[in-house]
């Protein structure tokens, strides 16, 4: 059951119960529950021939802060069902209501943030932390955008003294470049829908083998879940199909700030090289 179906199943459950102008609005949620989510709500309250006070106290009775907070996700189902054309034509008619695409686009990174700090478990974070300070090697992979991040995350480990590398397909595939790999090593995948199936393998196989594995991925339901030792849900929405980043620069940065806090003999030995190699005027210009 999607978000949608839940949402009109919740709508039926207390249909009976609302008074007179809530349940106008029930009965047009019901029969035009994917224009509710394109809608601004005084349009909604003229369609449904009540006051937008009616719209929100019916959102309330669902359980939700607000009118706001049931579009919100209300739109995020419609948009996760989309074909990328249709979600095109979606998002223009959104961008009409707002000229502002910046403020627009900041507005659904701040939230990805928001919802992706709220979903990490805290002690889950601390282990990943300790899962990697004890790995002895460290290989990070991805593929598209998610290739990206496995080279982001390689370098900033790499630059506090850590023996991480980043795998690519220019010439083994994944599986046959971690067969090596032993369970006093690590391997970090970035998995993103749409999902490569040569990345889920991977993992799969590694688990085969032992090796412990970490993922980021944007759902719990991604398939790679399943075989992770630990999964990491970021939230990824975007305004356009691909998957935005902010979220997940955000938490590879905690990351690695969590290992500079912990592992203080290795990032103080790191930043002692650094200096060295900052002050050296044939890489660097003061």
């Known amino acids: 059951m999607n978000r949608i179906q839940r949402i009109e199943t919740q709508i039926y459950k207390i249909i009976g119960d609302l008074p007179p102008n809530q349940r106008k609005v029930a009965d047009f949620f019901l029969e035009n529950i994917n224009l509710v989510a394109l809608l601004p709500i005084k349009d909604i309250a003229e369609k449904a021939q009540v006051s937008e006070a009616s719209i929100v106290r019916f959102a309330q009775s669902l359980g939700y802060k607000g009118f706001k907070e049931l579009k919100d996700e209300l739109s995020s189902s419609l948009k996760a069902s989309l074909s990328p054309t249709e979600q095109y034509q979606f998002i223009t008619s959104e961008k009409i209501k707002s000229s502002d695409t910046l403020k627009l686009v900041a507005q659904n990174v701040i939230s990805n943030i928001q919802a992706t700090i709220k979903s990490i478990d805290p002690q889950k974070f601390s282990q990943i932390v300790d899962t990697i300070i004890a790995a002895r090697q460290i290989y990070c992979l991805g593929l598209e955008l998610s290739y990206q991040f496995s080279t982001l995350m390689t370098f900033l ?61 944007d759902k719990k339901t991604a398939p790679i879940c399943e075989f992770a030792n630990h999964c990491i849900q970021i ?44 002050q050296d005027e044939r890489y660097f210009i003061k």
């Open 157 to 217: 480990l790499r630059l506090y003294k850590y023996d991480a590398h980043a795998l690519s397909l220019n010439f083994l595939r994944f599986q046959e470049q971690i067969t090596f790999l032993s369970p006093a090593d690590l391997l970090i995948a970035f998995s993103f829908s749409p999902y490569s199936r040569e990345t889920v393998e991977t993992v799969a196989f590694a688990r085969e083998k032992k090796i412990p594995t970490i993922v980021f991925t």
């Open 235 to 278: 939230k990824t929405d975007n305004i356009m199909f691909s998957n935005s980043f902010g979220a997940i620069a955000v938490i590879i940065n905690a990351i690695i700030t969590e290992l500079n806090f912990r592992d203080r003999n290795r990032t103080l030995e790191a930043l002692q090289i650094i200096e060295e190699s900052i």
